[in-house]
């Protein structure tokens, strides 16, 4: 091979991986900005739902999946948009099990996270019962309630999967919880899916079980 013919080849072979890297920072930049399944949340607090919500002000819920990395960034914008609301809500973070798990599974180190944040209750939804009531399909949905029952907001805390900071789910429950009128009253969420093929319900397993 000629001098020239080498200099063509090494160009051709820097094109080539250039394309490669633009490829796939395009995939990761398109997964990370896909939505996931929005909720079909009902309008009113499900009458059969085994959690009790605030009797006298707004519940906040979030439904998530403990080995789910991308929940991680909603739960820290879980604890940052509490941090600066003046209306505390009742906020329970609610983490799924499926049936074929073993013991201990959903105490993974998200759930400690939520634990940790001051005033939040950490339940387990045994089959994800609690989400099917809820009409929830992706890890990170947040859903927020008055003290009527009625349905404020369905959407996600994050911009985007796994990112932290500034987003429009966030400033909109910041907004509901301080008593203004938020343009929006829903917003995308992005995580990972709560079920898979192997979390069908299992005939007895209607249960929820707290921290």
């Known amino acids: 091979m000629s001098r020239r013919q080498g200099a063509i080849a090494l160009v051709a072979g820097g094109v080539v991986w250039l394309a490669v890297v633009a490829v796939g920072l395009a995939a990761i930049m398109d997964y990370d900005n896909r939505p996931?399944?929005?909720?079909?949340a009902p309008i009113h607090w499900p009458p059969d739902s085994r959690i009790v919500p605030a009797a006298d002000g707004p519940t906040l819920v979030m439904l998530a999946h403990p080995r789910c990395d991308c929940t991680r960034a909603s739960v820290g914008e879980l604890a940052e948009l509490l941090a600066r609301v003046r209306i505390r809500p009742r906020v329970i973070v609610v983490f799924i099990?499926?049936?074929r798990v073993g013991p201990e599974w959903e105490k993974s180190a998200l759930w400690q996270m939520a634990a940790e944040i001051p005033g939040v209750t950490v339940?387990?939804?045994d089959q994800g019962l609690e989400a099917r009531r809820f009409g929830v399909e992706t890890?990170?949905?947040t859903l927020l309630y008055g003290a009527d029952g009625g349905l404020l907001f369905a959407g996600g805390a994050t911009g985007a999967r796994g990112k932290a900071g500034n987003n429009v789910g966030r400033s909109t429950l910041v907004s509901l919880l301080n008593g203004e009128r938020p343009a929006t009253a829903s917003t995308p969420v992005f995580g990972c899916p709560l079920f898979g093929p192997a979390d069908a319900a299992?005939?007895?397993?209607?249960h929820i079980h707290g921290s």
């Open 36 to 40: 996931g399944a929005a909720a079909h």
């Open 97 to 99: 099990k499926p049936g």
């Open 123 to 125: 339940v387990r939804d």
């Open 139 to 141: 890890s990170g949905q």
């Open 202 to 206: 299992e005939p007895d397993g209607d």
